[in-house]
């Protein structure tokens, strides 16, 4: 009965220091709109140089925030006190912010490309900046303002002592919560600077260091699936786009031959409809030998398309004309040049007309 209650003692605390951190975990998972309960949310330790008071955010939006101080004599008391706030919450994460009263700042001003490589500079330069040796400090800087016509840059710096940070670290962790990162903001500013950060393994067990791995493995190997599923994905993808082009190639082959040939037929057809338009050539010879009388002298004949040319000699050209306008293929004459006379009195003439052929839809 005894070994079985050592072990109870020895493996709840265990579980549930395993389960605040998985719930941790999670937690920072959430999407800061989600995760909206405040009991969620890390505790923040406030400690100046003369206190310490650990404050916890209330649960309704009015709520106010519950305030514990930590007075250091006592610390079994302080530790009961502390835990007993903190038994509903999902972490035992706790944020240090150091007051005013606890830091040091100072301002610099410097040149606008300095920017760069700002950390270095204001390291090499911090024990000018401050009364105290460079290795006893930790410090964080804030660019107040960049002036590009006087290209300088003004630069606030935040140093906190190590022995200060290093009592808040021993306090928050003689109360049984487990620091997440030590602040502090300047004087006029509300946007706080991170003097120190904890590792991500510091104060895991080697239980959550195992489980963390483990995630971590999974996490791997699920990316690896998923990738290799991806993958797959790809190549059956791509052999379905070869055979879709593979179709689609011949389909435009055949289309294009399908084309060709419907453009070949109508040019056949275009042409075979150009021809039946036309009058036939014996046809127009024996509507012309009708049209000139015996008594006129045809020298020249010449037939463009639907256009007659007649070049010749005749006693009176006005003849022809008339014939021409009366005639019932023949229809607008009209004189390539003028009317010239021969020595034996004829007239020498150069005529065109049209042929009227019926149009076929």
Do not use: C
């Not at 500079?121 to 303002?145: G, H, K, S, T």
């Not at 080697?206 to 190997?221: D, F, K, M, P, S």
């Not at 009708?290 to 006129?296: M, Q, R, S, T």
């Amino acid at each position: 009965m005894e070994a079985l209650d050592r072990l109870k003692a020895l493996v709840v605390p265990m579980f549930q220091r395993a389960l605040s951190w998985w719930l941790a975990e999670l937690a920072a998972l959430i999407p800061r709109r989600f995760a909206s309960n405040p009991e969620n949310a890390p505790a923040v330790l406030e400690v100046s140089t003369s206190q310490a008071t650990l404050v916890l955010a209330g649960r309704g939006p009015a709520a106010q925030a519950t305030r514990i101080p930590i007075t250091g004599a006592d610390a079994q008391d302080d530790r009961n006190r502390v835990q007993a706030a903190m038994r509903r919450r999902a972490s035992n994460a706790v944020i240090i912010r150091l007051d005013q009263s606890a830091i040091l700042e100072s301002s610099v001003t410097l040149p606008l490309n300095a920017e760069r490589s700002l950390r270095p500079i204001l390291q090499n330069q911090l024990e000018r900046l401050v009364p105290l040796p460079a290795d006893q400090v930790e410090f964080e800087f804030q660019i107040v303002a960049r002036s590009p016509t006087a290209k300088t840059l003004a630069v606030r710096l935040i140093v906190a002592t190590r022995a200060s940070i290093e009592r808040a670290l021993a306090l928050v962790q003689s109360v049984g919560l487990s620091p997440r990162s030590v602040i502090a903001s300047a004087s006029g500013s509300e946007v706080p600077v991170t003097l120190w950060r904890a590792a991500r393994d510091q104060s895991a067990s080697n239980l959550q260091i195992w489980l963390r791995r483990g995630l971590i493995a999974a996490a791997v190997l699920l990316f690896v699936v998923a990738y290799g599923s991806y993958v797959y994905r790809l190549d059956e993808l791509r052999d379905q786009l070869s055979q879709d082009i593979g179709v689609a190639t011949k389909a435009s082959v055949a289309a294009r031959e399908l084309i060709n040939r419907d453009a070949q037929t109508a040019s056949a057809v275009g042409l075979l409809q150009r021809r039946q338009r036309e009058m036939d050539p014996l046809m127009l010879l024996n509507e012309l030998t009708k049209l000139v009388p015996n008594n006129i002298w045809v020298s020249q004949l010449s037939v463009r398309g639907r256009n007659v040319e007649v070049i010749g000699y005749a006693p009176r050209v006005a003849e022809l004309i008339s014939r021409i306008e009366n005639h019932d293929i023949f229809y607008d004459p009209k004189f390539r040049s003028p009317i010239t006379m021969t020595p034996d009195g004829k007239e020498r003439f150069d005529v065109s007309f049209d042929v009227w052929v019926e149009e076929t839809p």
